[in-house]
């Protein structure tokens, strides 16, 4: 809506208004008519400058007089036009030329950018593993460099490797077993009749929390902890062997790792601590045995005594012998001082039967011996277990190195056994998700425990008392022995249970999984 002076009856340049009549008026000409009579010219009643009001209005825009009003002046006036578009349209093109240039440059640099952040992201990803592997040094005692020097060039000239040739078993070694069985069964008829005052109860059990997961002890780029172990006379460390083709010792108490063990070639399936040394045990695919000092974390054995991947490993009471089970068919038992190996045999074929086939050329697959699967001491050590992959579970006598008894019924193969403290129960396990328990006085089944169908067994373990049994693999399962009650179910690894130990007096439980955690369960 346009304003109109009141005077002049035109747009003003300046609106201004009168408060006395509300009038609009071209401030140059009101202040002439009041500087000339003092009033408003409307109402006729006093008026100043003072009493102006502005308008803020927007500024007119006045028509440009008509210059073209001829045709050569319209000519000139579209050439010039022609002129400033041509001139404009070339100056577009420059900047467009110039934009093409500075967005195929930034490309190129986005490109580069890209390759140097994937790179850099793989360096990233290999150095946390590292770390991951490394990180507790500050709790590792460096091994000195001699000693870092001796075992390298023991392995590089091969004087660390175990000759295939068997030492025997001596009647040194034979008494030295018998010896510490005696004084192993004595020591469990007094420890039977008492149980420990520190012993954590049934009630405490199925209380039992998830107290820690530790996922950084192995490298995340070959997730999965395959075997466990724990020292039995200091029960804060932890031993572990993984996918990464490492073993590791882990302080609970300090959730530091205290030694990273490399060697093996292939993944570390079976670990054992050493019940009174600071010594550990690792068997791999790669089919060797290394024995491990831990404070230097270097090998001072190296067994190589099957010619297939190791599947089981038990430490004799003694502490100066291994039980190897691999599955060649072979069982080996050897001295992890010297690195002898003693005395191996073939399961299920004897010299005879092997001769008789041979010049008859019987080829029936019955007379071929079945793969060992795992393998475990009697805590007296004179008899020993071992799973096959053809379902059976074999007892040996080691002093004769004779098969003494066989215990049939499972399906699949043997994945696990464990003897029960009391030397009267074994438990084992297949690929039938079943645990059945074996009275060895009677030498049969009493008692099994089916699971659900699909239900997968990698461990068994009874703790120190044979008061509790643990099962890992789909899940962490207590039981309560002679009741053989469920007691405890733990369902927390987000992959197959692989381990599972209990802790002295059963106060806390630690576990492994194909998920790279230590889990550790208590009050």
């Not at 709790?139 to 000195?144: D, E, K, R």
């Not at 068919?329 to 050897?334: D, G, P, V």
């Not at 461990?459 to 009741?483: H, M, N, P």
């Amino acid at each position: 809506m346009a304003l109109f002076c009141a005077i002049s009856n035109e747009v003003p340049e300046h609106p201004v208004v009168s408060p006395v009549s509300g009038s609009i008026f071209e401030r140059r000409l009101i202040e002439k008519y009041i500087v000339e009579n003092g009033i408003d010219p409307i109402s006729g009643k006093e008026l100043t400058e003072d009493m102006l009001i502005d308008i803020k209005t927007t500024q007119v825009v006045k028509p440009k007089p008509p210059s073209a009003t001829s045709i050569p002046a319209i000519l000139k006036s579209l050439q010039d036009e022609w002129d400033a578009v041509m001139l404009h349209s070339f100056t577009l093109r420059q900047q467009l030329q110039t934009a093409r240039q500075e967005l195929s440059h930034a490309l190129y640099q986005h490109d580069a950018a890209c390759r140097v952040i994937a790179r850099l992201t793989k360096e990233v990803s290999a150095a946390r593993d590292a770390l991951a592997t490394l990180k507790p040094q500050t709790g590792m005692a460096p091994a000195p460099i001699g000693a870092q020097q001796t075992a390298f060039a023991a392995e590089a000239t091969g004087t660390a490797a175990q000759p295939q040739e068997q030492a025997g078993m001596t009647q040194d070694i034979i008494q030295k077993l018998l010896d510490k069985a005696q004084v192993l069964t004595q020591e469990r008829k007094r420890r039977g009749k008492v149980v420990p005052e520190e012993l954590a109860t049934p009630e405490n059990v199925r209380a039992f929390r998830t107290l820690a997961s530790h996922p950084g002890i192995h490298s995340a780029s070959m997730p999965g902890i395959l075997s466990l172990d724990i020292h039995s006379g200091d029960s804060s460390k932890i031993l572990t062997g993984g996918n990464d083709k490492c073993a590791a010792v882990f302080n609970k108490d300090t959730e530091q790792v205290v030694a990273i063990l490399k060697g093996h070639t292939k993944k570390v399936t079976k670990v054992i601590y050493h019940f009174d040394e600071d010594t550990v045990i690792t068997a791999s695919p790669d089919a060797t045995i290394r024995v491990w000092n831990v404070p230097t974390s270097q090998t001072i054995q190296l067994l190589r005594i099957h010619d297939g991947p190791v599947t089981g490993l038990s430490l004799h009471p003694t502490g100066d012998y291994v039980l190897s089970t691999s599955i060649d068919q072979h069982w080996a038992f050897s001295d992890i001082r010297s690195g002898q190996l003693l005395t191996k045999v073939i399961e299920g074929i004897y010299p005879c039967i092997v001769i008789i086939n041979y010049l008859l050329k019987v080829t029936d697959e019955s007379s071929e011996g079945a793969g060992l699967t795992t393998a475990q001491f009697h805590p007296d050590g004179l008899i020993f277990g071992t799973g096959t992959t053809t379902s059976q579970v074999k007892i040996w006598d080691v002093k004769e190195q004779s098969n003494v008894a066989n215990f049939s019924g499972h399906s699949g193969p043997i994945t696990s056994i464990s003897f029960s403290e009391n030397g009267y129960y074994l438990a084992t396990a297949a690929e039938d998700s079943c645990v059945k328990l074996w009275d060895l006085r009677k030498l049969k089944n009493f008692k099994t425990i089916q699971l659900d169908d699909g239900y997968e067994i990698k461990d068994l373990c009874f703790d120190q008392s044979g008061t509790y049994l643990a099962v890992a693999g789909t899940d962490i399962r207590i039981y309560l022995c002679k009741q053989w009650q469920d007691l405890k179910v733990f369902n927390d690894h987000t992959a197959m249970a692989t381990g599972v130990r209990f802790g002295q007096n059963a106060q806390y439980i630690a576990s492994t999984s194909m998920d790279r955690t230590l889990k550790l369960y208590g009050m």
